[in-house]
């Protein structure tokens, strides 16, 4: 398995309140990926970096924030949460060494807002 | 608009049997197309890819079909065992560089004993 691991696994908070996610690699892949996974959507891309300090937006960035200060941590802020964002949020690791376009996910974190 | 879409939420399948999960897409820059598997409560794990060049690619029990012309792909899983039981997404890719992956809504597979 990729070393990839997300923190928290688990979160609840309440409308308003900022929240940070955080995925870790010891892979030394060089892009980072942010997905949300709802009902009836598939994984749909936030944010993305190409290396560090380098990132873009996905399909649906609104309300999210992303910084990279080290190849190994990407971090997803939502700045003012609301119920909307309430998801499952993956984080995935590619490199362009690999011989395809295969992405490796994290296991994950739940976050609930009230 | 959803440029990859997976028009079955669900497919039940018996054990031992053939199991045929499709995909359409409507955008003709995909170039590179994957299949992911989905446990609950786990993250995606990646099964089987196909490059635009090809129009199979197989894997053990995995293969993979691609009709560029239709844009639809497909995998076939044959025999279907109780452990495939899961969650399936194809993704598409249109740039290299960026590896950017566009996923369809998923199809969930059950193999019946």
């Known amino acids: 398995d990729a070393g990839i691991t997300q923190s928290p696994r688990h979160k609840v908070t309440e409308t308003g309140t900022p929240v940070t996610l955080r995925c870790h690699q010891t892979?030394?892949?060089?892009?980072m990926y942010w997905y949300r996974q709802d009902p009836g959507h598939g994984l749909r891309l936030i944010h993305y970096s190409y290396g560090v300090k380098d990132t873009d937006k996905g399909e649906v960035s609104d309300g999210y924030s992303v910084s990279r200060s080290k190849t190994e941590d990407f971090l997803l802020t939502l700045e003012s949460a609301t119920s909307s964002q309430t998801s499952v949020y993956f984080c995935a690791i590619s490199d362009p060494g690999l011989a395809g376009y295969e992405q490796y996910f994290g296991p994950g974190t739940r976050l609930t807002v009230t | 608009d959803q440029q990859v879409k997976q028009n079955s939420p669900s497919l039940s399948v018996q054990e031992g049997r053939i199991s045929i999960l499709n995909c359409d897409y409507t955008?003709?820059?995909?170039?590179?197309f994957l299949w992911y598997k989905k446990y609950p409560a786990e993250g995606p794990t990646f099964l089987i890819s196909?490059?635009?060049?090809?129009d199979k690619n197989e894997d053990g029990r995995f293969t993979v079909f691609l009709n560029k012309s239709a844009k639809h792909l497909s995998l076939h899983i044959v025999p279907s065992q109780p452990g495939d039981s899961a969650v399936y997404f194809c993704?598409?890719?249109?740039?290299?560089?960026?590896?950017?992956?566009?996923f369809g809504q998923g199809t969930r597979l059950t193999i019946n004993p």
């Open positions: 892979e030394n892949h060089r892009y």
């Open positions: 993704a598409a890719s249109a740039k290299k560089g960026a590896q950017k992956l566009v």
């Open positions: 955008n003709s820059m995909f170039d590179y």
């Open positions: 196909i490059s635009s060049i090809k």
